[in-house]
């Protein structure tokens, strides 16, 4: 089995930063790509941020220029450092991975979520 567990959510006001952390433990053989996606009520589970094992980062066009997601390999561990943070960023931030537990074998495994709100 694998684990996914966020932590670094909390209350921010607005323009403030946080910095999200999501580390992964258990059977693992290797992670591929490891990201955050954010769902706000009401609305469906959007991507935010991922990045693959060289390093190659992608982002959506909600965190561009203020987030940076980083990996630290040899720690199963991502970051998202979040900068200028505004109210429309508020939703709970999940960290997904897409892990092999052996060679050939590999899914997509989910953390629970840590609420970020932005407010004054």
């Known amino acids: 089995q694998v684990q996914l567990v966020e932590s670094g959510g909390g209350l921010v006001q607005p323009g403030g930063s946080l910095r999200l952390s999501c580390v992964a433990s258990?059977?693992?053989?290797?992670?591929?790509?490891m990201g955050w996606y954010r769902q706000a009520p009401g609305k469906e589970r959007a991507l935010v941020a991922r990045?693959?094992?060289?390093?190659?980062?992608y982002y959506a066009d909600s965190g561009k220029g203020r987030f940076t997601i980083s990996r630290d390999n040899a720690k199963n561990t991502v970051y998202l450092q979040m900068n200028m943070l505004k109210p429309e960023d508020t939703a709970v931030y999940y960290c997904?991975?897409?892990?092999?537990?052996?060679?050939?074998?590999?899914?997509?495994?989910w953390g629970q979520g840590t609420q970020v709100t932005v407010s004054s």
């Open positions: 990045i693959n094992n060289g390093g190659t980062t």
């Open positions: 258990g059977s693992i053989f290797s992670i591929y790509y």
């Open positions: 997904k991975a897409l892990v092999s537990v052996m060679a050939g074998i590999s899914r997509d495994y």
